[in-house]
């Protein structure tokens, strides 16, 4: 009984963590890639861009826009973003929903750490661990991931800061 719950945690970690000693590393390039990705928002006022990846396989992406088949333009006349933009992470969810993916223990790498909205979809997604670059001024989504017992990895890619949280 004991054992075979052991080999049952392992599985999971192993589909977390599945690069082992060199987890940091490609932590970093996947953030990076977030980075660029983060490049394709039409939003003038910030970029984000989020992965979602399962086990070793990239299952989804995700910029902050407008939803399908709106006009690319994410702020209205007075510069304020439009209340129906979708943010990056909240791209990167629905589109393993339309697909055949899950997205149940898989990590979310994103440029700017989760607000209050993303971080309940995230949690119900089923993701497990979270890796972002850039702190948003406003913490409760964070301390909300964190109550859920969701993983928070706070990685500077500039300072080589690789904080677990
Ligand atoms: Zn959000």
New binding site residues.
């Given amino acids: 009984m004991g054992a075979c719950n052991l080999v049952k945690r392992k599985k999971v970690t192993d589909e977390l963590k599945p690069y082992g000693a060199k987890q940091k590393t490609f932590d970093q390039r996947y953030l990076e890639m977030a980075l660029i990705w983060a490049r394709n928002s039409y939003c003038v006022r910030r970029q984000v861009g989020a992965l979602i990846v399962k086990g070793k396989m990239i299952i989804s992406d995700g910029y902050n826009g407008t939803p399908a088949g709106f006009e690319n333009i994410c702020e209205d006349e007075n510069n304020i973003t439009k209340p129906y933009v979708l943010?990056?992470?909240?791209n990167a969810i629905t589109k393993v929903a339309k697909s055949h993916n899950s997205s149940e223990n898989s990590t979310l790498y994103v440029t700017t750490s989760?607000?209050?909205?993303?971080?309940k979809l995230i949690i119900q997604s089923g993701i497990k661990r979270v890796v972002y670059c850039n702190r948003y001024p406003k913490t409760d989504?964070l301390d909300l991931l964190r109550r859920a017992g969701i993983e928070l990895v706070f990685l500077d890619l500039e300072n080589d800061i690789y904080e677990i949280q």
């Fill in positions: 943010h990056a992470e909240a989760p607000c209050m909205e993303c971080s989504g």
